[in-house]
């Protein structure tokens, strides 16, 4: 009996009880909605087949996946369910509990970003939204609970992409940023709207947040399609946006937690992470880092990946899903970085560093 009191103590204490009850709450674009533009008129969408072809229920979600993405995996990992997307009515009562997804495909750093893409919820609408949350939260577990929750909670927001690859880098070539602004000083400009919108999120209550950078732009199937090489090199252009915009970034978050006095932000390195399998696939067990598993034209990166698109059978062998969103097996791999990669990957620390240093929340 004694003995396996011990146990069941011992268990007790072993299973991360604060952590299986933080909230999570994301923010973002196409890399990390699980279904919000599915409520809103706009061309930047994934609900309809094969989106979704291996997620549990096989049916799309609205995810720009096969199957999971990045905030599905990070919740596994935390030991939550699945954020649902604000707009989704099943939002309500316990479920709140678990916290929100406010991303919305298409959107960028600046309010000029997606505008091709009609109604999408840029960042601001997500803070205010973030907003409107907190005081149904409130109403749900009262008002200093609420705001103990969102202060304990693991915040994730991803941005950028959409700046250089649906702004900048838009054709014609001569795009208005383009115009306006250098390459460097156009990633520089990035970085000081980006500082602001990570200040407004900690005024909101945010005080651990992953920020990711963006990705290796130049060799996502899409870029490779319309501006890379002849054969198949990744289009150096965005492929240095994406080696200045990080670095700044993790500088610009050394600022900004100096300047709250905690390390509140922390940046994963996505850019390395998605280098390490796109320059060697077969490493990690992928056919190929250049062709899209869904889509049509040069390595099926040009339009969108719908029912009349090429399919590839087996989407754990291919880094790319669509021509710009990884697989759910390459969004594993980042992952994996974000829990337990060295500083090169996550500065100042990873995921499974935080989940430790916050297990008595
Ligand atoms: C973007 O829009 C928000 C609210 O709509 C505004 O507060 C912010 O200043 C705008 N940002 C820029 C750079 O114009
Ligand atoms: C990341 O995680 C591993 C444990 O999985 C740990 O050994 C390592 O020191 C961590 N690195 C940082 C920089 O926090």
Request: charged share 15%.
């Amino acid at each position: 009996m004694a003995t396996s009191a011990v146990v069941v103590l011992l268990l007790a204490m072993a299973m991360p009880q604060g952590e299986a009850a933080r909230a999570f709450f994301v923010f973002g674009d196409s890399l990390v909605d699980s279904g919000n533009n599915n409520y809103l008129t706009t061309t930047a969408r994934a609900d309809a087949p094969p989106y979704g072809i291996d997620y549990p229920t096989h049916r799309p979600t609205g995810r720009f996946s096969n199957g999971l993405n990045l905030p599905d995996i990070i919740s596994e990992q935390i030991g939550s369910e699945p954020t649902i997307p604000y707009l989704n009515p099943e939002l309500t009562g316990e479920n709140l509990l678990v916290g929100a997804n406010f991303a919305s495909a298409g959107i960028g750093i600046l309010n000029d970003t997606g505008v091709q893409f009609l109604t999408i919820i840029r960042i601001f609408q997500q803070f205010e939204y973030f907003q409107e949350y907190q005081q149904r939260l409130a109403e749900l577990i009262g008002e200093e609970q609420a705001q103990e929750r969102v202060n304990n909670a693991l915040v994730l927001i991803t941005l950028g992409g959409n700046d250089f690859v649906n702004n900048y880098f838009l054709n014609p070539p001569l795009t208005t940023r383009r115009r306006q602004f250098s390459l460097p000083a156009f990633s520089a400009f990035l970085i000081s709207e980006y500082k602001k919108i990570l200040a407004r999120l900690y005024e909101l209550g945010a005080r651990r947040v992953l920020v990711t950078g963006t990705g290796p732009l130049g060799c996502v199937p899409s870029q490779l399609a319309t501006q890379g090489g002849n054969s198949g090199q990744c289009a150096p252009e965005p492929q240095q946006a994406g080696a200045l915009f990080n670095p700044q970034l993790v500088d610009m978050i050394k600022e900004l937690n100096q300047e709250v006095g905690a390390d509140v932000f922390v940046t994963a390195n996505a850019f390395q992470s998605n280098m390490d399998f796109i320059k060697d696939p077969q490493k990690f067990g992928f056919v190929t880092s250049k062709v899209a598993c869904c889509g049509q034209g040069p390595y099926n990166g040009l339009g969108v990946c719908n029912v009349l698109s090429n399919l590839c059978p087996d989407r754990n062998v291919y880094a790319f899903w669509d021509a710009f969103h990884p697989t759910e097996r390459a969004t594993r791999l980042i992952v994996q970085q974000i829990m337990t990669g060295t500083t090169d990957y996550m500065y100042p620390m990873n995921l499974s560093t935080i989940m430790a240093l916050d297990s008595n929340l």
